[in-house]
């Protein structure tokens, strides 16, 4: 009975939580879809027959720019998780299972970059980016994007590859297999749930990232969705219609994403390895 | 097939040395088993032979050629883990044929290994499981398939049977012995069972503290002890230790001991006066109720079904008698205890090594 109890308080408090963290999009996605007049008058209320509306979802389409960017923001993304899993694990990996000298002391410079956020660094950053010449490219922002996803990631994954039973990589070892084909065929696929958590950890933030498209990629083609949202912001009038469907648009790749993810976060993918 | 020789090699971690100059001989096609209590090293010195543990100094060979700086994967060895280490996220072919996979070998003579690895292990209906749907035999026996497909120059095993239970010990233990009567490949087994030791091995080398005590046949190391230490670790119940010292009674040397006289062989090789360690196993005492041999008194009786093990006080010390009569005795009776002459053992007591009787 007391167990019910607490199980019951825990599902109403994460409930609640839930239903406090959906309530902005579910705000987002029904006024995407009124009037203008809809959205100022009665902002909380639900779109009827008088008040709905796809004129904002008609700009968005309509401007021959947003496809671009939300191509420019899928790419940039998907190549900043791919780099940042990638470089991660082999960094994880070596931090842990090679105990070179300096090893403890490079993982803790590592996870400086955990607490001190990239975002100080933006002057300088703007700067090696311009003497590099990739103002205004992906190159530029994945290469900060992953800089800045890197910290977390090396974190994270060492602590699973030093989960990864010692026996393994050994009997791998021992039966003549190079230490590059165990990280791939052993460690890699031991380590898929890991990696979802991290790419899952890595995505949001560089998805949302209004910051460095901003300093980077301000034009020219490069533009990331989150800058092109701001078109219909403008100073004296924001086309609030338009602004709200791009939003409604933007969270769809994410959300595909985070399934893809969510999908590998399975536990026990080691059991039976080890006894 | 191959020859395995190590030849004074040391090991240290940090400033802790573990292996101190061990040096060994193992022929072609040998089961030489490496046993000893935790942390004498055995495991180690099998670590090193694989490559996983670089060497302090000293030299490893494997078939003629020194191995001391190669990779593992260029040591043409097979090893075979305690926790069995399979790859979880394989079926049981793929973790056979893993290695053979990367080598890039025609798919059917990967197949064919596998089969016929499979087909010795029994393990044919289990090919297209997963490890965690195995048993712990059968898990153990992947292990060992993935070992034998390569057919390497050396087998390792670690401790292969540590983690199945009983009755599956006694099983694989078979099993692991008629492998390599199939097989003739040279195996170096590491254990601290020494009923796993005895059974399976053709050499025994019995390990403590890094330091080899004794290398021999498992009878010779049973029968013929080396020295106190490997006396009292093989045997179960361990062999009885009674310190004394020599005396002369009535022209019959003897050893005065507990307040009791304990008889030697006349070509025992000591001298009156001298101190030494007594020893007898306990299936070398015959319990009797009366007449010959020293008194005891019964403490605890145990009857293990094909003998009854008797343990009796001798003065303050307890020791212990095997046999297989049937004798009704009840804790505190008094029982005489005859030692067989021929079969008892005399250590220096500072060296612990054994006098020649």
Not at chain 2, 2 to 8: H, K, L, R, W
Not at chain 2, 110 to 139: E, F, M
Request: aromatic fraction near 8%.
């Amino acid at each position: 009975m007391n167990r019910r109890a607490s199980t019951f308080a825990v599902h109403a408090i994460l409930a609640a939580y839930t239903l406090l963290a959906l309530f902005p999009i579910f705000l987002i996605l029904i006024n995407s879809v009124k009037s203008r007049t809809a959205i100022f008058g009665s902002p909380l209320s639900l779109p009827g027959p008088d008040t709905f509306s796809l004129v904002g979802y008609q700009k968005v389409f309509s401007d021959s720019q947003v496809p671009l960017y939300f191509f420019n923001s899928v790419l940039v993304t998907v190549v900043t998780i791919a780099l940042v899993l990638i470089i991660g694990a082999m960094a994880a990996w070596a931090l842990t299972e090679y105990g070179f000298k300096g090893a403890t002391l490079l993982k803790l410079y590592l996870s400086i970059g955990i607490m001190v956020p990239i975002r100080l660094g933006s002057v300088a950053i703007l700067k090696l980016i311009v003497g590099m010449g990739l103002v205004n490219t992906w190159t530029g922002l994945i290469l900060v994007y992953t800089a800045q996803g890197l910290p977390l990631s090396v974190f994270i994954l060492s602590e699973f590859v030093g989960q990864i039973p010692k026996d393994l990589k050994e009997a791998g070892r021992a039966e003549g297999v190079s230490e590059y084909q165990i990280f791939v065929y052993v460690i890699l696929p031991l380590l898929r749930p890991a990696m979802a958590t991290v790419a899952v950890f890595s995505m949001i933030p560089v998805w949302n990232d209004l910051w460095f498209p901003l300093l980077l990629a301000p034009g020219n083609g490069a533009q990331t969705i989150t800058l092109g949202i701001q078109q219909f912001i403008g100073e004296y009038v924001t086309d609030w219609n338009a602004v709200l469907a791009a939003l409604s648009v933007a969270i769809i790749p994410v959300l595909v994403l985070y399934v893809v993810f969510s999908r590998q976060l399975i536990r026990g993918l080691t059991a039976g390895a080890v006894k | 097939m191959a020859s395995v020789t190590i030849n004074n090699v040391r090991k240290s971690y940090g400033k802790t040395e573990v292996v101190h100059g061990v040096s060994l001989d193992i022929k072609d096609g040998a089961f030489v088993v490496l046993l000893g209590p935790s942390g004498c090293g055995k495991s180690t010195l099998l670590r090193v032979i694989a490559g996983l543990e670089p060497i302090t100094s000293g030299d490893i060979s494997i078939g003629g050629t020194v191995v001391n700086t190669l990779h593992p994967k260029d040591r043409n060895i097979a090893m075979v883990f305690q926790n069995y280490a399979l790859y979880a996220h394989m079926t049981v072919y793929d973790n056979m044929a893993f290695s053979m996979q990367l080598k890039k070998l025609p798919k059917d003579e990967i197949k064919k290994k596998v089969d016929w690895a499979a087909s010795i292990l029994n393990l044919t209906p289990y090919l297209d499981r997963q490890p965690k749907q195995l048993s712990g035999g059968q898990r153990q026996r992947v292990a060992m398939g993935r070992a034998i497909v390569r057919d390497p120059a050396v087998f390792l095993f670690d401790e292969p049977l540590s983690n199945l239970d009983a009755k599956l010990r006694v099983q694989m233990r078979t099993e692991i012995k008629e492998l390599h009567h199939k097989l003739s490949t040279t195996v170096v087994y590491v254990t601290h069972d020494q009923i796993e030791a005895m059974t399976m091995a053709d050499t025994i080398v019995v390990l403590r503290d890094g330091v080899i005590e004794q290398v021999g046949k498992p009878l010779e190391i049973y029968d013929h002890p080396a020295n106190l230490f490997v006396a009292e670790f093989i045997g179960s119940p361990s062999m009885n230790i009674l310190s004394g010292e020599v005396a002369s009674e009535n022209g019959v040397p003897v050893v005065q001991s507990n307040g009791i006289a304990l008889p030697l062989p006349m070509s025992a090789k000591v001298a009156a006066g001298q101190k030494v360690k007594f020893g007898v196993r306990p299936e070398h005492l015959r319990p009797t109720l009366g007449g010959a041999g020293f008194p005891a008194k019964v403490s605890v009786v145990e009857p293990t079904g094909p003998e009854i093990h008797i343990y009796a006080d001798v003065g303050t010390q307890e020791i212990c008698a095997i046999t297989q009569e049937r004798l009704e005795l009840a804790p505190g009776a008094d029982i005489r205890l005859v030692p067989e002459l021929s079969r008892i053992h005399l250590f220096d007591p500072a060296s612990g090594q054994i006098i020649g009787t």
